[in-house]
């Protein structure tokens, strides 16, 4: 699902949650607000994939029924389906991870991520009653996926100059802003 037009962002996978998450749950299965224009944006900057408790047979259900509805674009009834043994969503779960440079968890379930794994967590605000239509949790979301996948962690952290460097221009004033390179005060200020 992932689309040639947007070269400049990281190749990522976004497992998504479904109960809580895009649906309310299994058995009322009311769509979130903005389901569908969250699903086309992000099959436009990452593979994504299902991750739910939720059994394979009644995913596959579920699948269908937003499709059918046009709640979900036609390509989600085809989406892999994670599902974990316990309620665990472990990383170690996802296949072929290795291809990814980034891997997130929406999930609206802190408790499901595994310990020391926070880190591809992205949390959504749980979907309930009384399932307002004005909910923006999936719009906040995206963006906040679109800002990760387009500037990771490590890259930004590369071209910061590093504490020791900054102090020794401090020490060393204008002798050593010559030395300096002109993107390192650029990446400094952003
Ligand atoms: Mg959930």
């Known amino acids: ?49 299902l991750f739910t408790s939720v059994s394979e047979e009644r995913t596959e259900a579920i699948k269908i029924l937003l499709v059918d509805e046009r709640f979900a674009p036609k390509w989600f009834k085809d989406l892999p389906s994670l599902h974990p043994k316990g309620t665990i969503k472990s990383m170690g779960l ?8 980034a891997i ?19 949390h959504v605000k749980e979907y309930r009653p009384p399932y307002r239509q004005d909910d923006r949790e999936l719009i906040r979301v995206l963006e906040q996926i679109q800002q990760r996948a387009n500037r990771p962690k490590s890259i930004k952290a590369k071209f910061r100059p590093s504490r020791s460097r900054l102090e020794s221009i401090g020490k ?15 990446n400094w200020r952003e």
């Open 1 to 49: 699902m992932s689309n040639e037009s947007n070269k400049q962002l990281i190749n990522a996978l976004v497992c998504l949650d479904l109960e809580g998450t895009l649906i309310s749950n299994a058995v009322s299965q009311i769509p979130r607000p903005h389901l569908f224009e969250f699903l086309e944006a992000l099959s436009r900057i990452s593979d994504i994939a």
């Open 94 to 101: 996802v296949p072929n991870r290795e291809r990814y440079q």
């Open 104 to 122: 997130f968890l929406v999930d609206d379930q802190i408790a499901v991520v595994e310990e020391g794994e926070s880190d591809w967590h992205i």
């Open 172 to 186: 060393k004033g204008s002798e050593a802003m010559e030395q300096l390179d002109p993107t390192d005060i650029e």
